[in-house]
């Protein structure tokens, strides 16, 4: 028998091509079963015993993991066992592991009101549907390695390579690209899910308050993996602007983008706002 065919028969079960939604695109990805094991061995090989990290109340627990559901069941992708922590940590951030569990910091629950967390997690759930994080895994280490690391218990040299790349994911942050869809799909999901999207807004400019951008920051935008906050605001500006003038037919539910369309094509129904604004 070919010592290889285990590992090539591994790799045929845990990859799937699928339209995604979230993204549009149709894609080459781990299965979410595969997908949510390397997120549990991740937990494991960090050190995050607990969804509750540190010296946090159940207030604040709660607080995360209510706004994260409301999030995660309007979101695009709902095939994951979305889980939503808190981290004692006095800093200003968020992360996501694979097959859904999103870790949030005290200090942004202390920082952010109720709408612009919803726009930090919702930021995190787009991750999620859009599968950067496991999409980041396979570029980095490969699908066969992941694959490897997901079928053994415990640890491994396959996850601690793998809890390494994650190391590096959370320092350096996913690309430009992916953090725009991110903020994109993360506005989508707060309004969807009955927050103020412009929270989002709200939250990067106190993001920018508290580490103004400087002269060099704008001149070497070329060269950065990461989105400028300024140029985060303005796209979501955009966005916000855009879901605004999106009309939607009552009787059938189609949507349409132009602010212009004022009947149904197929039942000349007559239409209203997507967004229940003037």
């Known amino acids: 028998m070919n010592p290889l065919a285990p590992l090539a028969a591994l790799i045929l079960a845990g990859c799937a091509t699928i339209y995604n939604p979230a993204t549009g695109r149709q894609e080459t990805v781990l299965t979410t079963p595969i997908e949510t094991a390397l997120g549990s061995l991740a937990r494991a090989q960090m050190g995050l015993t607990s969804l509750k990290m540190g010296r946090v109340s159940p207030e604040e627990l709660g607080r995360a993991q209510e706004t994260g559901k409301r999030l995660a069941q309007v979101s695009d992708r709902k095939d994951v066992p979305y889980q939503f922590g808190v981290i004692q940590d006095d800093s200003i951030n968020a992360f996501t592991l694979p097959g859904g569990t999103i870790y949030v910091h005290t200090k942004t629950l202390e920082t952010a009101d109720d709408d612009e967390l919803a726009a930090v997690l919702g930021h995190e759930i787009g991750h999620v549907a859009a599968r950067h994080v496991a999409k980041h895994l396979q570029a980095d280490l490969g699908i ?57 807004i709200r939250f990067f400019e106190k993001m920018e308050r508290e580490r103004p951008e400087g002269a060099l920051d704008r001149a070497s935008v070329w060269n ?28 059938c539910g189609r949507e349409y983008a132009s602010p212009k369309a004022r009947f149904c094509e197929k039942d000349a129904t007559p239409l209203k706002k997507k967004w229940g604004l003037p």
């Open 224 to 251: 950065r993996t990461h989105p400028l906050t300024s140029e985060r605001i303005a796209r979501a500006k955009k966005e916000i602007s855009e879901l605004k003038s999106r009309m939607f037919c009552p009787e």
């Open 144 to 200: 066969a390695l992941l694959l490897e690391a997901a079928s053994r218990a415990g640890a491994s040299g396959e996850s601690a390579r793998m809890v390494s790349s994650l190391y590096g994911l959370f320092s350096k942050g996913f690309s430009r690209q992916d953090e725009l869809e991110a903020d994109r799909l993360g506005i989508r999901y707060t309004q969807r899910a009955g927050f103020d999207p412009e929270g989002m």
